[in-house]
């Protein structure tokens, strides 16, 4: 098994930035692929960002392309998505994603763990 805790969600003001953390544990963390994807109100989960077991291949939706930026510290079992240029759109519970494979991809049920969720809200 899989934990996964969020972290650094918040509030925050339109092109402000926040950088939301996921802890993990119960697994060797460097052979996770990791992933970030949000949820807004009356919408269905998507995909943000997935990272491979080194950090060394990336992806991105294109809503956030530019403006986000995923990485991993395998030393420290911690996974980062640091956000810039925030814009209401944005707001939504942000989800940490785990998968056993080198590395996910952009559907949900691509991952095996998730963590509990942290609230982003961005202020117009």
């Known amino acids: 098994q899989v934990q996964l805790v969020e972290s650094g969600g918040g509030l925050v003001q339109t092109g402000g930035s926040l950088r939301l953390s996921c802890a993990a544990s119960?697994?060797?963390?460097?052979?996770?692929?990791m992933g970030w994807f949000r949820q807004a109100p009356g919408k269905e989960r998507e995909f943000v960002a997935a990272i491979s077991w080194g950090g060394g291949t990336t992806y991105y939706a294109d809503s956030v392309k530019g403006r986000f930026t995923i990485s991993r510290d395998n030393a420290e079992n911690t996974e980062y998505l640091q956000m810039n240029s925030l814009n209401p759109e944005d707001t939504a519970v942000y989800y940490c994603a785990a998968t056993t494979t080198y590395i996910g991809g952009s559907a949900p049920n691509e991952y095996d763990y998730w963590g509990q969720g942290t609230q982003v809200t961005v202020s117009s």
């Open positions: 119960g697994r060797t963390f460097s052979r996770l692929g």
